[in-house]
């Protein structure tokens, strides 16, 4: 089975502040992706990272940045110095399975309220 | 970057209408999705298509109906709109990789629906 867990519904916070949020995933597949994408109020989603089961390194863009553990089945997305335009609907996504049937499976989601 | 419309942005009808909700890329991408996402924030995959004149049932259990007569359009039609059918519907396309399980969806704005 495959699942996305995003046990955060939602987190405020104030600007300036660091964020973290979590992402918790199971699957049995060996080869599998990882992705957040980030919803705004204007409603389509957009893609943030992807990160494939071989590639545990780290990653950081600019405030953004991304923890895979697969110890843990976590891939973590940590938001440094939020800002206002943060402020969105963050949904964590696993792509598995065999040739020809992948599944995507989306998290819940987390909203995130950055305020003034 | 992302090159996906749907029209129409917001939907007012009343029970039993036909509605046709419109989503077109210019991006070339041979797979398309339809999502229905609920208020609370979940995503649902109703439909996909592998290309044109393949059309299959998502994950969730729809009324909706779609087809694929052009690479570029992706429509989804409602028969008899019903209350049950308000929600937000998006439409996503992915683009071509090695590895399908690695593509990463580019997503519309969305139709909010409401049926009266």
């Known amino acids: 089975a495959q699942k996305v867990t995003q046990a955060q519904t939602e987190i405020s916070v104030v600007e300036k502040e660091d964020v973290t949020l979590d992402c918790v995933y199971e699957t049995r597949d060996t080869t599998y992706y990882l992705f957040w994408y980030k919803q705004p109020p204007s409603g389509e989603l957009v893609f943030l990272i992807r990160r494939n089961s071989f590639d545990e390194q780290n990653e950081i863009s600019g405030r953004y940045s991304w923890n895979f553990q697969k110890s843990t089945s976590s891939f973590n997305f940590t938001i440094t110095a939020s800002q206002v335009v943060d402020s969105a609907v963050y949904f964590c996504?696993?792509?598995?399975?065999?040739?020809?049937?992948?599944?995507?499976?989306f998290g819940t989601g987390t909203r995130l309220k950055v305020l003034a | 970057e992302a090159d996906i419309y749907q029209t129409p942005r917001y939907l007012v009808i009343g029970t039993g209408k036909k509605i046709t909700l419109e989503c077109s890329q210019t991006?070339?991408?041979?797979?398309m999705y339809w999502y229905q996402q609920d208020p609370g924030m979940e995503l649902h995959l109703i439909h996909y298509?592998?290309?044109?004149?393949?059309?299959e049932k998502g994950d969730l259990s729809s009324e909706s109906t779609v087809s694929r007569i052009r690479t570029e359009h992706f429509p989804l039609t409602l028969e008899s709109a019903r209350p049950s059918h308000t929600s937000q519907y998006l439409c996503?396309?992915?683009?071509?990789?090695?590895?399908?399980?690695?593509?990463?969806?580019?997503f519309g704005s969305g139709t909010q629906l409401s049926v009266l």
């Open positions: 996504a696993l792509s598995a399975g065999r040739r020809g049937t992948y599944k995507y499976i």
């Open positions: 298509s592998y290309g044109v004149n393949s059309t």
């Open positions: 996503a396309s992915s683009e071509r990789s090695g590895n399908r399980a690695g593509e990463k969806l580019f």
């Open positions: 991006m070339g991408h041979d797979k």
